[in-house]
């Protein structure tokens, strides 16, 4: 059995997992309007973290993060040849060195820690997160390492904000998922990490139950869903097949729901295919903004504390159904025996990846 | 067991197919050496024209191994072939002309800045091949053959049956490219380890 837990979680919500589940639990969003932020001025929507430097903050974040992970488990784990760390980030610390943008802040992190082994970066867009979290657990079902550490982290820059504005993709409100009036994303930092183990003896708190996903591409589009969810059809397919879990077996769903029209679109599509589309779901980037590489992460550590309280979070932004299929979305926060939940993510490049995580 | 049945170099003047050269830049042509290399596959695919050299890169090795496989399609079901790539700089070539076209051409442009993520380069391989499979992009310090060995072990024993895998050194102007092809139930080929790769790859 592979063991998940120690979750945590930096982000503007808080500096810790208990601070941001409660901003959560407390139905608080991250995002604000920053004054001249856009391309030309313009104000825009982010959910950015106050009050850390700016200088390195990768780096930065990548470290404190790991500190924090390191109270709630076995800190020896972290020293050990057969601890694997995996990174998930699409840009890393570009504003550093964007010729290379991962090379200074992972150096710098594996002589901090005295990591025996040279860590991964899973840079795979917005499914990096549940990529590299699969791909933590299969290292460890192969036995190839006993440990995992996955980090996801994504920082806001002029780079990435840009970016999005010149395919008009941000939203002039706070993003509101899988509404009717959702148009577009707003961008989030944050970071965060889970830990996964062969033993749930490194576990100070409880653990979860990784089942261990797939991943999908649409073989449709670089940078538009697809129009049928045939990528993330397939990969949920697929991994509730290779878990033995029949669709029915699932509490919630933890979507990806970046608040454009077009995947929020696709998502609905993909899970009324699936017939799991009458099982409550929610999207967190209501309350996180899309913090891309690091999104993954984030919403499996906030889907570990709904299970841990029995408690539903609800979708925020979302008011009335915008999508051509119906979904359950959770429109409060609502007591629930949450036992199997089903984390998914849909990004650019056509990618689509799930995983199933279970209460012992 | 599984082995290595195609392997595809491309530097920054030549491309060799199973170690055997397919073309040397021609030096006078006003094709870049990318689309020199396009030419020479005989292909009417002009999406490929719009891609980055990252994605071209990744592309044209694709089809190279493809002609040197011409059942590589007709074989595998269209979700039993993965993608694992790895490169140390990630998108850096098109992140710094993205960074370009904001900064010094005052207008962000958003045909560069689909192309800043690497793994774009695997949906346009899977588009091109309507390949619905498994898809990972990992950033490395250097060319890692125990990376590829371990992790597309794991693909294989978990639904894949082949395994397009390949190394994206792409920029600043230095080219290269180390592709090669995993198959399970074809045996002819190299054993899949990890002296074999970094024997083939010569990097």
């Not at chain 1, 993909?270 to 409550?280: S, V």
Request: proline share 3%; glycine share 8%.
């Amino acid at each position: 059995m592979i063991f998940i837990g120690a979750e945590e979680i930096i982000s503007p919500l808080g500096q810790n997992m208990e601070e941001n589940f409660l901003s959560v639990y407390e139905n608080r969003s991250g995002i604000s309007l920053i004054p001249h932020a856009g391309f030309n001025d313009e104000s825009i929507h982010l959910s950015k973290i106050a009050g850390i430097p700016n200088y390195n903050k990768f780096e930065f974040l990548i470290i404190d993060i790991l500190e924090k992970v390191l109270k709630q488990v076995d800190p020896s784990i972290v020293l050990s040849k057969k601890t694997i760390v995996i990174i998930s980030s699409t840009k890393g610390d570009l504003d550093r060195n964007i010729s290379n943008p991962f090379a200074d802040s992972i150096t710098a992190f594996v002589k901090y820690f005295e990591l025996a082994n040279e860590p991964i970066v899973v840079s795979n867009a917005c499914i990096s997160g549940v990529l590299a979290i699969n791909a933590a657990g299969n290292f460890i079902k192969s036995g190839l390492y006993d440990h995992a550490i996955v980090l996801g982290c994504d920082v806001i820059s002029d780079f990435v904000l840009y970016g999005f504005q010149s395919l008009f993709a941000v939203s002039a409100k706070p993003c509101a998922p899988f509404d009717v009036d959702r148009d577009g994303i707003t961008l989030g930092e944050g970071c965060s990490a889970v830990v996964l183990s062969s033993s749930k003896e490194i576990f100070q708190k409880s653990s979860f139950q990784l089942l261990t996903g797939t991943s999908a591409n649409d073989a449709n589009h670089i940078s538009g869903p697809s129009r049928t969810g045939e990528g993330l059809f397939r990969s949920v397919k697929k991994t509730l097949e290779q878990n033995h879990i029949d669709g029915n077996e699932i509490d919630f769903i933890s979507a990806h729901g970046t608040a454009t029209v077009f995947n929020d679109e696709m998502e609905a599509i993909a899970f009324e295919r699936l017939e799991i589309n009458e099982k409550p779901l929610n999207s967190l980037k209501g309350y996180f903004g899309h913090t891309l590489g690091a999104a993954g992460v984030i919403e499996t550590a906030i889907s570990l504390q709904m299970m841990r309280n029995n408690l539903l979070v609800k979708s925020l932004g979302y008011k009335e159904s915008g999508t051509s299929k119906t979904l359950n979305i959770a429109t409060e926060n609502k007591s629930s025996e949450l036992n199997t939940i089903l984390k998914t993510a849909s990004g650019f490049g056509g990618c689509n990846a799930s995983l199933v995580i279970r209460k012992i | 067991m599984s082995f290595i049945t195609v392997c595809c170099h491309i530097n920054e003047n030549s491309c060799f197919v199973n170690g055997e050269t397919v073309l040397h830049k021609n030096e006078e042509s006003p094709d870049s050496w990318f689309k020199q290399l396009y030419k020479e596959l005989g292909i009417e695919y002009p999406k490929f024209y719009k891609m980055d050299m990252l994605s071209q890169g990744g592309f044209i090795g694709s089809e190279f191994i493809k002609r040197a496989k011409p059942d590589l399609i007709s074989k595998y079901k269209d979700d039993e072939i993965a993608l694992l790539f790895a490169n140390s700089k990630s998108s850096a070539d098109t992140d710094i002309r993205f960074k370009e076209s904001f900064l010094e051409k005052k207008t962000p442009s958003p045909s560069l800045f689909v192309y800043t993520l690497p793994n774009i380069v695997l949906g346009e391989i899977s588009i091109r091949n309507k390949w619905f499979g498994e898809n990972m992009f990992a950033i490395l310090p250097k060319f890692t053959p125990d990376f590829f060995v371990q992790y597309g072990t794991i693909l294989l024993n978990t639904g894949s049956k082949a395994m397009l895998a390949g190394w994206l050194g792409i920029s600043e102007g230095r080219v290269q490219v180390f592709m090669f092809l995993v198959e399970t139930e074809n045996t002819n080929g190299e054993k899949f380890d990890a002296e074999n790769i970094l024997k083939y790859s010569g990097l």
